[in-house]
């Protein structure tokens, strides 16, 4: 078997002591964030706690309370005009507002404030989650765990994802053949349902088992070749039925075959037919395949089915690769 | 050894003397602040005395940037901060007593805070020509400005 993929240690790219840094320096922003949201929070109280006051100053003519002289010194005084309140704006500017008027201004500060406070929560939601992440990794790169690489093979691509539909959808395949009569092989059968088999064993065995993988592609040809020596008309029918929404679907994983895809048509199909034909979107791909929409509109009806089921399967291209051969 | 020396001294700059330097920097800053604020109080006093203002109306911080006025019926008595929260009531010639004795107090303080910190330098200085010698490096070579 060859080899298909890179084993990365972990700990190579990420060593442990550098991803502990990394996360100690997310620690400290955090602490950084949480002592900006306890400043926040202090100013939110010191708000509240004025617009209090100022909602209580004007229950009476005047206060009796020491007045500052300087930072070290006081009067005995009192405060007088307890409705007037000379509030700072902003910029040096100042505006002479009324008890209720402040409260106001205060309360608007108060919803700025704890927009701010609300954000910043937002922020340490996120320094919290890279911090995790960082520690996560640390601590995976410290048990020595390892990342596979494999490079994107265009057949063991498109089954993987789509191993689901097409193990369900290869038996509705073989009866839609049945029921045209054309053709019936025991041995085709067979080697359908071991196919299946080894499909569902794949997705058991689930991401990347690249051997279980191998084994169905290296399956698939026996299959396919059957049926195609058998019957001319199936075999074309079936890589019809196939092509088409691998076309549409699957251009990325295909985009490798065109130019094979279309050699091909031109052995097993009339070339006029091939021609006739509306061409397709100028995606090399699309054109390529000219050949197999003929063949759609030659014989609709029976196809139709087929081409709903087969849509996104992708094992039935690599089966008409091989009959190629 | 002589690396092991020379990484000893440098670490006793970095970790003791800088730290040490910046504190007494701060401190003697306090006492800077401390010291304006009295001298403040004296002229503010010493205009009160010299306008005979006996009552007057001025603004209060209520905190937040909000002011309201206030009255004082007589500026005759004054309240001042002595230290450990305690204010006692002073005329105005015994508050300017109080204040001349208290700025005496404070520039006394930043004299020998202004001498702690040239003595930090000084020895900052020397661990860093003591370790110009280790190294054997020329003089003035390595002159660093630390403050």
């Known amino acids: ?325 | 050894m002589e690396q092991d020396k020379v990484r000893k001294y440098e670490e006793f700059v970095d970790r003791r003397l800088k730290p040490d330097l910046v504190h007494a920097i701060a401190q003697r800053d306090k006492v800077f602040e401390q010291q304006k604020v009295f001298s403040d109080l004296r002229r503010n006093i010493e205009n009160l005395e010299k306008n005979s203002v006996t009552s007057m109306r001025t603004m209060v911080n209520l905190g937040s940037e909000i002011y309201m006025q206030a009255d004082v019926p007589d500026t005759r008595h004054i309240f001042l901060d002595v230290g450990l929260g305690f204010h006692v009531e002073f005329t105005w010639s015994e508050a300017l007593n109080f204040i001349a004795a208290r700025e005496e107090k404070l520039s006394s303080q930043i004299e020998e805070y202004t001498r702690l910190i040239a003595s930090i330098k000084a020895q900052i200085k020397m661990v860093c020509e003591g370790i110009r010698e280790l190294l054997q490096l020329p003089v003035s070579e390595m002159e660093p400005k630390y403050y």
Do not use: C, W
């Not at chain 1, 997705?203 to 088992?209: L, N, V, Y």
């Not at chain 1, 985009?255 to 052995?267: E, R």
């Open chain 1, 1 to 325: 078997m060859e080899k298909k993929g890179t084993v990365t240690q972990l700990s190579s790219i990420y060593p442990a002591e550098e991803t502990q840094k990394a996360s100690r320096r997310v620690q400290d922003a955090i602490a950084e964030r949480e002592q900006q949201l306890n400043q926040l929070k202090a100013f939110i109280d010191d708000n509240t706690s004025i617009m209090n006051l100022v909602q209580k100053l004007p229950d009476e003519t005047h206060h009796n309370i020491m007045v500052p002289f300087g930072k070290a010194a006081f009067f005995p005084g009192r405060l007088i005009h307890t409705n007037e309140l000379t509030v700072l704006l902003g910029e040096g500017y100042y505006a002479e507002r009324t008890s209720k008027q402040t409260a106001e201004i205060l309360k608007r500060r108060g919803k700025a404030l704890e927009a701010q406070v609300e954000s910043l929560k937002a922020i340490m939601q996120d320094l919290k989650a890279e911090a995790s992440f960082f520690d996560v990794t640390a601590d995976e790169s410290a048990e020595g765990l390892v990342e596979i690489r494999e490079d994107y093979v265009e057949e063991a691509s498109g089954t993987l994802p789509a191993a689901g539909h097409t193990k369900s959808e290869n038996t509705p395949f073989v009866e839609v053949g049945d029921k045209k009569g054309a053709y019936e092989d025991e041995e085709y059968i067979r080697l359908l349902a071991r196919m299946a088999e080894l499909e569902k064993e794949e997705e058991e065995a689930a991401k990347g088992d690249v051997s279980n993988e191998n084994e169905q592609i290296q399956n698939e040809p026996n299959s396919t070749s059957g049926q195609i020596t058998t019957d001319e008309e199936v075999g074309s029918l079936s890589v019809e039925a196939s092509e088409m929404p691998a076309v549409s679907k699957e251009v990325s994983s295909h985009g490798d075959y065109p130019a094979l895809n279309n050699s091909m048509m031109n052995t097993s199909l009339e070339q006029p037919r091939e021609k006739k034909e509306v061409q397709a979107p100028p995606t090399a791909n699309k054109t390529a395949f000219t050949g197999s929409i003929v063949e759609r509109a030659h014989d609709i009806r029976t196809n139709m089915p087929e081409q709903q089921i087969g849509t996104r399967s992708s094992k039935p291209v690599s089966r008409f690769k091989m009959q190629r051969k």
